[in-house]
């Protein structure tokens, strides 16, 4: 069964470098989740799709981070420029509906050096 | 501020006791309540949740208790096993916007 698939699997930047993580949500899943996780903050919600549309933009997160959802089968997170802080595992998640599980990709380890 | 938060980051518990584990949210618009579990270097997976129309839901060893007047609910692990040792992390959304906030987890500890 295909579940929520992210490429690459691990990603090492440099400082002020342009990377693009990749999510495939489960198909028919309505709603799309990216998050980033880190042992400090957890899991930080950057954001969140819609039926395509985005809804939540991760307020302290815009400036540097921007996600996409071009089709209801793909999305994209740019962050742009990386910095240090940047490294965690960035993870993306979809569910059918509101209110209802969320099924997890394995994440993309973010490393900038 | 936090919205969902998880007062303790760890709890360690012996072989067959029973494990307690607390949410507290600060937004009374919430109406789904999911208690995830997540291995090291795993993605966290849904254990159990809740909607808001019941205060308990039972599974097996799993029971959620939610207190709406409180703000608070839990989830009980009972007859606790070194398999159950991992982060447990509490999540809930509701309203108008399904987005799912998570706390920080507690790693529970079995020790055999």
């Known amino acids: 069964d295909a579940g929520v698939t992210q490429t690459p699997r691990h990603e090492v930047a440099e400082k002020g470098q342009t990377i693009i993580l990749k999510c495939e949500p489960v198909?028919?899943?309505?709603?799309l989740f990216w998050y980033r996780q880190t042992k400090i903050q957890g899991l930080e919600l950057l954001s969140y799709?819609?039926?395509?549309?985005?809804?939540?933009d991760g307020g302290a997160f815009k400036d540097r981070f921007k996600a996409e959802m071009l089709n209801s089968s793909f999305s994209t997170l740019k962050i742009q420029p990386t910095e240090p802080k940047d490294s965690a595992v960035y993870l993306c998640?979809?569910?059918?509906?509101?209110?209802?599980?969320?099924?997890f990709g394995k994440g993309t380890r973010l490393t900038v050096v | 501020g936090q919205q969902v938060k998880q007062s303790s980051p760890s709890l360690t518990v012996q072989e067959g006791g029973i494990s307690i584990l607390n949410c507290d949210y600060e937004?009374?618009?919430?109406?789904?309540f999911a208690w995830y579990k997540k291995y090291p270097d795993n993605s966290p997976t849904l254990l159990i949740s809740?909607?808001?129309?019941?205060d308990k839901r039972e599974d097996g060893r799993l029971t959620v208790f939610l207190n709406k007047s409180g703000k608070h609910f839990s989830l009980h692990i009972t007859a606790s096993q070194p398999e159950d040792t991992a982060v447990y992390l509490c999540?809930?959304?509701?309203?108008?916007?399904?987005?799912?906030?998570f706390g920080k987890g507690t790693l529970l500890t079995v020790t055999p």
């Open positions: 999540a809930n959304s509701g309203g108008s916007n399904y987005k799912l906030t």
């Open positions: 809740v909607r808001s129309n019941v």
């Open positions: 198909s028919g899943h309505n709603d």
């Open positions: 799709f819609r039926s395509k549309s985005l809804m939540e």
């Open positions: 937004n009374d618009m919430f109406d789904y």
């Open positions: 998640a979809s569910s059918p509906t509101g209110n209802t599980e969320v099924f």
